[in-house]
């Protein structure tokens, strides 16, 4: 009797042998791979994080590149970004500059 159960102990592997090899495989993959699940993550999280700056660094783009077309062609505002910037003034104008 003890026999008989001592090689069913040992049988058992060998005929699940796929089943566990399967596992062995799925957990390497999932954990210990180079593009395990947490690196995944890692990865989709980092790929989420720059498409946000892409599209903040396309908004400002943008933004600067309407600013530039009021200030070349609105000479009104041409003269603001020039005394804003630049601190020139008008002759007999005083510019008191503060530093915030």
């Known amino acids: 009797m003890e026999n008989k159960a001592l090689h069913n102990a040992f049988s058992w592997p060998l005929r699940h042998y796929r089943w566990i090899l399967f596992a062995l495989f799925a957990v390497y993959m999932a954990f210990f791979d180079r593009y395990s699940l947490i690196n995944q993550y890692r990865i989709h999280r980092e ?24 200030v070349l062609y609105n000479p009104e505002e041409t003269e603001r970004f020039v005394r804003e910037n630049y601190l020139m003034q008008r002759p007999g104008e005083r510019v008191f500059i503060i530093d915030r």
């Open 47 to 70: 790929l989420k994080t720059l498409r946000d700056k892409s599209e903040w660094y396309k908004q400002q783009t943008e933004m600067y590149h309407q600013r530039l077309q009021q």
